[in-house]
């Protein structure tokens, strides 16, 4: 069944129908799942939400997917990122700064159909830039083994 209900919300986001994609997503919410079930739906609804420039409920489903058990780097880094465009739209730009710089390399073209690879390098550089003092940017992004991968970009 939850198979059934996100292949026909990608079908109705893929036509462009933004509005009856969340509708189709939100009917597999109540379904029993696993945790990889879970983070699948939240970041369908968080891509959803990010298209129809609803950035409350894209802010609300990044939520849910950071907080559900287990999460694999993939996974975490693709919630940060989007918790960062979110935290960017609502101009939270130190808040959206410090999401970007815990994306780590494991999100590697994985979320490209969202925010490609060095978008994050830019977004978090220039947030970081706006915001951090010298000290924040010296140990948050200078030295930041993490982020290497994004400086490189």
Known sequence: ?????????????????Y?????????????????DHQFELCMNMVQTAINMKNFLNASNNVQKALSVPNLTDVQRAMAQAAYGLVNLENKLYKEAARAFLEVTQHISGAFNYVIADEDIA????????????????????????????????
């Not at 059934?4 to 462009?16: E, P, R």
């Not at 509005?19 to 696993?34: E, I, N, V, Y």
């Open 19 to 35: 509005t009856q994609a969340l509708k189709s997503f939100l009917r597999g919410k109540d379904l029993p799942t696993t945790p």
């Open 1 to 17: 069944m939850r198979v059934a209900i996100n292949a026909v919300g990608n079908l109705y986001y893929g036509a462009g129908d």
């Open 122 to 153: 830019i977004y978090a550089g220039l947030c970081a830039l706006a915001t951090f003092d010298r000290e924040e940017l010296r140990s948050k992004v200078n030295s930041s083994t993490s982020f290497k991968y994004f400086l490189s970009l």
